[in-house]
């Protein structure tokens, strides 16, 4: 397995940073300098500056914002008629991300505004974190419609991702009660279009917070099927508001999942076989660090590093 | 074991420690007029610490100046030697049980800086170059520019008379404190450095010091980083043999690639040593005391503190030692 990370592949220093701490592949945030345009120009100059740093280009880490998901569904649920014009300027984007050789696009599917965060500094010794607010279940009608969109969407999009050669790999950021929230329903997803170009981001934190959810289980169950495409490691705790962020060290001090989670969660990845990359996602802020928390990332991806050894030796 | 690190006294790294997990911090002695740690600075510390959750577990190094006379053998020794008792019973009334201390007289020794994995900035030691140039490999101790180079030769067994002396006045008084003395072997590990020998340069010389004068408190603070730079050690056998001693009672964490005559410093994921063996090791031993991220390489934008280097090496020490622990089958 490989370690990976999310950075803003314009930033020198970013490029820089990722290279001194051994990551090897890496996904672009989906923003690109003011003046240029999401066309496969810039996305190949974007690859380009990954792999002149010498880094295996994993692909972007998100849809443009234009493209988003959960901003489509939000307007098929409020009927709007112009999302159809939004669908074709995707697999526009789509054709030009494959002309440009972006190998895989993350697509985060939340429920639109089904989740409310906050930052807090109530993380450990005051470290800043996202407190993401528990979800009301949305109505079934509402889950049907939203169901209902998202299978439009992987319709007219997975043909263009095909065509494209651009893989696309689904998940979401906090679980939400009735969407999205069991593996059943990651496999409606996955079969709702059946097509090799889609798989999922197994984010263990956000998979682990569905109910009765095995995450060795769950890996053996979508591994075996070759459908992981990218792994996150995350540290998400369900408290009686919220779910909180924290550091990955700290699942040690939890009962459940136990000492062992992410460590397991790695040696079951490797055990199907996958032996893609791994990133760890945003950590709580360090006093004194930049926006977009450059010691904290430093210390997560330590603590996976360490954990991608004790694996690849076993 | 105790991940510590090394924490200064502002309030901006005692917070990153703590937000990093890390409980236990290992200070440098205060320097003080009087040539003593005195009990009132440690207590300062200490309450500023405990804001953060944070425990002084042990003080590395007092000022040298504190015992230089002490190490080359000069008049004025006996006074030093009086002061650094006064230090270890000022660290009893205040609680920390482990001091630190080096008997490098000229001090560590590197030759150069050099651009590691992605450009960061690591440490580099040839021997050639430290024999060719010796003023220069000490120069980046202080770059204001008042290195210590010494007006007269000394030998081993000097050296060794001077460190016997030291050790047969002072660890009774560790041993009536409770205070565990923890020798730092000489880095880079090589006899003699402008005609004054280094002394603790190999796994004999360490055991040597050990045997000087038996007794628990006259232990090691084992410098990974520096027995794995001995030529021909395998530094996971010298956590097994010093620490079924228990002759480890502080540790260094820390990675090099290659062996004298020339080593760099590296992250500590690409080193030479197997780490995850290496924390087994300290593991089967039962090592209880505190083990420090030791140096970083130098990394893009980083603070004065290198908190990103640090947060990477705590981060990682976190990651092997919990992975340990789950074989071991123990709730990290």
Known sequence: MKLALTINCWSDEDLLFASQFGVTHLLAEASIPQGLQWDRRTLASMRNRVEKAEFTFTGLAGLPQPFSISAYLQRGLNNDPGREQGLDALCAFVTEAGAAHIPLIVCECDMPGASESVIAPEGRAGALIHKYAHSTPADRAIIAGLWQHLTHWLQRVVPAAENAGVKLAFGSRYVT??????????????????????????????????????????????????????????????????VVEAFLDEMAQEAKPDSGAMLRVLQANRATGYE?????????????????GHKGQAFNLGYLRALLQVVERA | MKIALHVGPT????????????KHAVIGG??????????????????????????????ENVPIHFYDKVMFGLPGRDEQIDNYCATIRNMRHAGIPILGYNWMLLGGITTDYVHGRGGARERRFELPS???????????????????????????????????????????????????????????????????ARILWNLDALQRLIDTVPSPCNALDFCQGTISEMEGVNVIDAIYHFGRQKKIVFAHFRAVAGQMPRFDEVFMDEGDTDMFAAMQAYKDVGFDGPMRADHTPGVVGDNQY???????????????????????????
């Open chain 1, 177 to 242: 009660e009735g969407w999205l929230d069991s593996i059943g329903a990651l496999q409606n997803l996955l079969d709702a279009v059946p097509c090799p170009c889609v798989g999922l981001v197994f984010n263990q934190g956000v998979i682990a917070q569905m109910p009765g959810v095995d995450l060795p289980e769950a890996i053996r169950h979508f591994g075996a099927q070759k459908k992981i495409f990218l792994v996150e490691v995350s540290n998400l705790r369900s408290r009686p508001a919220h």
């Open chain 1, 276 to 292: 893609g990359p791994v990133q760890p996602v945003t950590p709580p802020g360090i006093g004194g660090d930049t926006h977009w």
């Open chain 2, 11 to 22: 309030r901006e790294e005692a917070q990153f420690a703590a937000q990093v997990g890390v």
């Open chain 2, 30 to 59: 205060p320097d003080s007029p009087t040539g003593i740690v005195e009990y009132e600075a440690l207590t300062k510390q200490q309450a500023m610490f405990a804001e953060y959750g944070l425990e002084i577990c042990a003080i």
């Open chain 2, 130 to 196: 430290a024999l060719r140039n010796p003023t220069a490999s000490l120069e980046w101790r202080n770059p204001r520019g008042t290195i210590h180079v010494p007006d007269q030769e000394l030998s081993a067994e000097q050296v060794w008379d001077n460190l016997t002396y030291f050790l047969q006045r002072v660890v009774p008084v560790a041993e009536e404190c409770n205070v565990k003395l923890a020798a730092h072997p000489d880095d880079a590990p090589f006899p003699s450095h402008m005609g004054v």
């Open chain 2, 306 to 332: 290198a908190h990103r280097g640090f947060a990477f090496e705590v981060g990682y020490m976190r990651g092997l030692a919990q992975a340990v622990d789950r074989f071991r089958g123990v709730s990290a």
